[in-house]
Nanobody, 124 residues
Framework: QVQLVESGGGLVQAGGSLTLSCEVS????????MGWFRQAPGKEREFVAA????????LYADSVKGRFTISRDNAKNTVYLQMNSLKPEDTAVYYC?????????????????WGQGTQVTVSS
């Protein structure tokens, strides 16, 4: 079984930055592509970013491209989401997810394990 624990959420003013972390335990971290998703109140969960097992390939939603950066440290079993130039519309619960595959994808259904989420609130 794989466990994912997110941290780093909080309250930040518009234009500010936050870095989310997701520590993974239970299986070989480098066997999993990793993704970040978010869910705002009253909205469906949506794709934010994904990274391949080695970290050589990344994918971003258009809404965060140029502002967010996904990265991973396989030695620390951790994936990160650096979020800059935050906007009020980035307010959501952010989830990390693990996908036992060599590809990276945006569909939630492709991910095998999920964390509990961390709240990010951006004030205007």
């Amino acid at each position: 079984q794989v466990q994912l624990v997110e941290s780093g959420g909080g309250l930040v003013q518009a234009g500010g930055s936050l870095t989310l972390s997701c520590e993974v335990s239970g299986r070989t971290f480098s066997s999993y592509a990793m993704g970040w998703f978010r869910q705002a109140p009253g909205k469906e969960r949506e794709f934010v970013a994904a990274i391949s097992r080695s970290g050589s390939r990344t994918l971003y939603a258009d809404s965060v491209k140029g502002r967010f950066t996904i990265s991973r440290d396989n030695a620390k079993n951790t994936v990160y989401l650096q979020m800059n130039s935050l906007k009020p519309e980035d307010t959501a619960v952010y989830y990390c997810a693990a996908d036992y595959t060599a590809v990276i994808r945006t569909a939630m259904s492709g991910y095998d394990y999920w964390g509990q989420g961390t709240q990010v609130t951006v004030s205007s």
